[in-house]
């Protein structure tokens, strides 16, 4: 029966992997089969790894949609909904 051998890695190593997988364009899975890394210990260090978010980072940075020139360039009408908290919702919309 044959025996599978388990290399472990360093953190340095898992750093480096991971950072090189948020490069790529692969999947996970593909990643991992390319590298010929158990996917399993590829996703707890890349959990792992993952920076945790602050309260300041969940805020969304505001940022500008030219409505005008959206009407323009597609001759379609818009309709855009903000979802707020506590269930309001704010629609724009075109026409």
Known sequence: ????????????????????FYQSTLSGSAFC???GIAYASFCKWRQKLQPVASASDL???????DLQSLSQDTKLP????????????????QG
Not at 59 to 65: H, M
Not at 78 to 93: A, H, P, Q, T
Request: aromatic share 8%.
């Open 1 to 20: 029966m044959p025996t599978t051998t388990c290399q472990r890695h360093s953190a340095d190593f898992w750093k480096a992997t991971v950072a090189e």
């Open 59 to 65: 805020v969304a940075t505001p940022a500008f949609i």
């Open 78 to 93: 818009w309709r855009i909904v903000l979802k707020l908290d506590n269930g309001i919702e704010l629609l724009l919309s």
């Open 33 to 35: 089969k390319q590298k």
